[in-house]
């Protein structure tokens, strides 16, 4: 057998084992310690979701009232307008039904945010305070069972501790009672070579003991013999105490391992799970309470958001105009028409045409339709310069700048991100440019207004004028048709059948201020040679190939076909005879002078001459106003 003193002492197995338990039960220490900890982590917890609730709660409640007082500061105006519009039956502009729905949608956001406060005040609240008394008694239930566990922990420990003392006991007895029954059979050795080396090797020996000592020695022998056995019995005693020793240590020691494993794995597990008992249930239901609150405000504004919207998209100017119009019918419909007041007698209430008023009724008649035919093509291209400018102005007013979602992105960490919208948009000095730009059109827009109404005011004078003196004389349909501007059916005509402008030139003309103006080098730039035939045969044959709004033919043909109609004609639109007066007039210095000198030498051709040049200059004036882009400036004109 391996001898003892190889081995730990009991003493330091108790003190490694004392240390082991004492470590244990630091450690349960700290488990009750962790658990309060947590059970006051979760009571905070609890307090301050109260708190923010309640304080949520002022906060919504305090929202609604300045939201309420907002709505009806405007509201009580909106009141006395509608009552006023109600009793005259008038019907409610677009813009002041988006205004009526904003008002309406704060109304409506009030009395959410009320509900809100009070769901908060009375519904999430007292649930976080429910969740806090449950926890803390369950908590406190848990928390006795646990004690109780350790407390059985510990007294498994306290058993495993007496019966390894135990086992430590019965094994020292054991290999004590061991070595004194070694040390006796070491004793039996001795006296057996003792004896044998006394025995006589021959007779004489033999007889010459004494018989005493042969009775020593036999009762000698005898007493090791039995103190041998005596020993033998006494360890196999203590052997058996010690083996079952061990195996008492052995099973409370696997009992305690068990035991132990047990305790942290799911003992522990178990007491949290009663610690947390329906917390997260609970938790779980008083948010989703506050989410389905805050899911309805925002479904209900978004609801009245969409009314709001709807009424948004059908902001529609023509239709407020024709309800403004209706609504206040006795201001805007058309007053009564002028009669003819006849005076001290004069019961005559048409125009005369008899002689000798005829003729100056017809040079008259003349002069008008030459002058609406310049105004005309003057008001129309003031009309599409107003359009464009209108597109202008609504494509700065229309422009898609209304999307902020930009301003609500939110980083990871929930803190907001700086607005950019208002950097962009608010901030920069782009903004007054823009302001500028738009004011600057604005201004462009309502002087070509202003010269598009009083042209149109004066065409409408100078045609109601026209049309009676044509009625007057009785002319034909065939004959208004021919005098007509370009909304007029367009006919043959001829320079020397005493109309005032030539269908081809008129046609020409009308097309090229209709798409031509800006044509880089028109007149200047030849066109094609067989379209410009298959055109003049056109209007040779009574037709009009230039009518309606088609643009498929080249402008610089259209061009070659006026500059040819002109140089066709058999007399030239500024006969010989006055050519050279006219190159005299124009070198004199004096503008005045010359414009005079001019004038007579005019007046000598005749009327038709007069309103043809009169027709074709306002056209060439007008087209050197775009020489920046056609490059034909009156020089080359």
């Not at 103006?517 to 045969?537: A, P, T």
Request: charged content about 30%; glycine content about 4%; aromatic content about 8%.
């Amino acid at each position: 057998m391996t001898s003892p003193a190889k081995f730990r002492k009991d003493k330091e197995i108790v003190a490694e084992y004392e240390t082991q338990v004492k470590e244990i039960r630091a450690q349960l220490v700290e488990q009750l310690k962790c658990l309060d900890q947590q059970c006051e982590l979760r009571v905070q917890l609890l307090q301050d979701l109260q708190d923010f609730f309640r304080k949520k709660s002022e906060i919504e409640m305090d929202y609604s009232r300045n939201l309420e007082k907002l709505a009806e500061r405007f509201l009580t105006k909106t009141r006395g307008t509608k009552d006023h519009l109600l009793k005259k039956e008038q019907v409610i502009s677009s813009p002041m039904n988006c205004w009526n729905l904003m008002l309406l949608q704060v109304k409506r956001e009030s009395r959410d945010h009320a509900t809100l406060s009070d769901l908060y005040l009375n519904n999430i609240i007292p649930r976080f305070a429910q969740i806090s008394e449950d926890s803390g008694r369950l908590f406190k239930k848990s928390k006795e069972v646990g004690v109780q566990l350790q407390e059985d922990l510990l007294k498994v420990l306290n058993e495993l501790y007496t019966v390894m003392k135990t086992y430590h006991m019965y094994n020292t007895d054991s290999i004590n009672a061991e070595s004194k029954l070694k040390e006796a059979e070491k004793q039996m050795g001795r006296s057996s070579r003792q004896e044998d080396r006394q025995t006589p090797r021959s007779p004489d020996t033999l007889a010459s003991l004494k018989s005493d000592e042969k009775v020593v020695r036999r009762s000698s022998v005898k007493k090791i013999e039995k103190m041998k056995e005596k020993r033998q019995a006494k360890y196999t005693e203590n052997k058996l105490k010690a083996i079952k020793a061990r195996n008492e240590y052995l099973l409370a020691l696997e009992a305690t391992n068990s035991c132990v494993f047990k305790y942290y794995i799911h003992d522990l597990s178990d007491i949290i799970d009663c610690c947390d008992l329906g917390y997260h249930a609970s938790l779980h239901r008083a948010l989703r309470t506050y989410l389905s609150a805050e899911q309805n405000v925002e479904t209900s504004k978004h609801t009245g958001l969409e009314t709001l919207e709807g009424a948004a998209e059908i902001l529609e100017p023509n239709g407020d105009k024709q309800k403004l119009m209706e609504t206040y019918n006795n201001v805007f419909c058309p007053p009564a028409r002028f009669d003819f007041q006849s005076h001290m007698g004069d019961t005559m209430n048409v125009m005369c045409a008899q002689q000798p008023v005829e003729e100056d009724l017809l040079q008259r008649f003349q002069q008008l339709q030459c002058r609406l035919s310049t105004l005309t093509i003057e008001n129309e291209e003031v009309k599409k310069t107003m359009g464009a400018t209108l597109s202008t102005i609504q494509d700065m007013v229309t422009v898609e700048d209304y999307d902020v979602s930009e301003c609500f992105h939110h980083s990871n960490s929930m803190e907001s991100v700086k607005s950019t919208f208002s950097e962009s948009y608010l901030s920069k000095p782009s903004l007054a440019k823009r302001r500028a730009n738009q004011q600057e059109t604005e201004q462009f827009y309502f002087t070509k207004l202003k010269e598009f109404l009083e042209g149109r005011s004066l065409i409408t004078k100078l045609e109601a004028k026209r049309d009676l003196i044509q009625k007057t004389l009785g002319e034909s349909q065939k004959t208004d048709c021919c005098l007509a501007s370009g909304r007029r059916n367009s006919t043959v005509r001829k320079q020397d059948s005493g109309e005032a402008i030539p269908l081809m030139v008129e046609s020409c003309i009308r097309f090229i201020c209709r798409h031509g103006l800006r044509h880089e080098g028109i007149f200047r730039v030849s066109g094609s040679q067989v379209e410009v035939n298959d055109i003049k045969n056109a209007f040779e044959r009574g037709e009009d190939p230039l009518a309606g709004d088609q643009n498929d033919h080249d402008i610089d043909s259209i061009a070659g076909v006026l500059k040819l109609y002109f140089r066709g004609l058999e007399g030239a639109l500024f006969p010989k005879e006055v050519f050279h007066d006219l190159i005299s007039c124009v070198s004199m210095e004096s503008l005045q002078e010359r414009a005079v000198h001019i004038r007579k030498v005019l007046q000598a051709l005749p009327g038709q001459t007069l309103i043809i040049m009169r027709y074709l200059f306002a056209f060439l004036s007008h087209l050197s106003q775009y020489s920046e882009e056609n490059m034909m400036d009156p020089y080359n004109l």
